[in-house]
């Protein structure tokens, strides 16, 4: 085992293809209670990138280690931790900086999981999470509703398809480019359009005029308006993301005439005001749908550390077929 641990790490905000280095620095020396694990995989969200440019709603105290999300398996606990055994696969803890080889925190900062997926498991603490909170927080949703939702091609907008399927919810996916309307379909998405001024228009044509009672925006700009406008009166339209880089723009009538309520959704807030038994509930379930295949999202390449560069522009480059995923110890 080595000595040294590789972790990515940022002393300014900036342009994450820039500001991102690779470094090695001593392993830590365990102490009581904690335990070690290395890191398998761990995602490149959108938002991890966001925060690296210093656009997001937590600035991390400089230099930081990125990444938020990933999994591991324990190689060390220590003596007194109870509840984690060596080679036990586990949920490493959020927020910590995951882009490392390794990493070491209290026992209790593990979750453990079953066997499975490693890929599909290394995303189970933002996504899932977000897609099925998006479904459930706002509106009650019965079978034969409709929502419509942008971004539908990311990771979140792949969840809320299967989720949405399983609750015999209709989804209208919008989406920036051609190319990504057949992967939608595929997965079960029963209307697929792309964006443009007429949205709302072809909407309504291809719905058959059906009723949106919930809009989930993660673009902002003007499909951000055009999603509001496409809800029935008194619809809900929710903003949990602004991939366009634009302020979210709605044309006063939309609120005004047809009161449509405009709504946020952030994670971290959600993680801040619910229960503990709320909080595992929800991942309890995710965790057994990920687990048995039931619930996934596509792949489309793995980086490792040292390329850290080239898998952040490829992130952010956009004509990706799937999530990519840094490999911290190899595929």
């Known amino acids: 085992m080595s000595e040294m641990v590789k972790q990515v790490v940022y002393s300014e905000f900036g342009d994450p ?3 991102l280095r690779l470094e090695e620095v001593p392993r830590e020396t365990l102490e009581a209670g904690q335990a070690r694990a290395d890191v398998l995989r761990s995602p490149i969200n959108p938002s991890d990138l966001i925060q690296i440019s210093g656009n997001y709603g937590v600035r991390p105290p400089l230099p ?14 220590s003596g007194d931790a109870r509840g984690l055994a060596v080679g036990q696969l586990v949920l490493l803890p959020a927020g910590i900086g995951i882009w490392r080889s390794e990493v070491v925190a209290s026992a209790g900062a593990f979750i453990a999981m079953p066997e499975g997926d490693i890929d599909q498991l290394s995303m189970m603490m933002v996504n ?28 979140v907008g792949t969840y809320v398809v299967q989720l949405a399927k399983a609750m015999g919810v209709k989804t209208v996916c919008v989406v920036r480019r051609e190319s990504a309307v057949q992967g939608l379909l595929d997965q079960g ?10 949205l709302v228009k072809r909407v309504k044509q291809a719905t058959g005029g059906a009723k949106m009672k919930l809009g989930l925006d993660a673009v902002a700009g003007e499909t951000f308006g055009r999603l509001g406008e496409s809800l029935e009166v008194g619809g809900t339209l929710v903003n949990y993301g602004a991939m366009s880089n634009e302020p979210a723009s ?9 009161n449509v309520h405009v709504r946020g959704f952030w994670l971290v807030n959600w993680f801040e005001r619910a229960s503990k038994e709320e909080r595992m509930g929800v991942y309890a379930a995710l965790t057994k749908a990920v687990a048995m ?3 996934y999202a596509p792949i489309d390449r793995h980086f490792s550390l040292e390329e850290i560069s080239e898998a952040a522009r490829y992130t952010w480059a956009g004509e990706r077929a799937g999530k990519v995923l840094l490999a911290p110890n190899g595929i």
């Open 250 to 258: 709605m044309q006063a009538g939309a609120m005004i005439f047809r």
């Open 64 to 77: 930081a280690i990125a990444g938020n999300e990933g999994i591991g398996r324990i190689t060390e606990v």
């Open 128 to 155: 899932p999470a977000t897609a099925q909170l998006l479904l459930t927080d706002f509106v009650t949703l019965a079978q034969g509703d409709w929502v419509i939702q942008s971004a539908a091609n990311s990771a």
């Open 17 to 19: 293809t820039e500001v």
């Open 189 to 198: 998405a029963d209307v697929v359009l792309v964006d443009g001024p007429d």
């Open 293 to 295: 295949g039931t619930l």
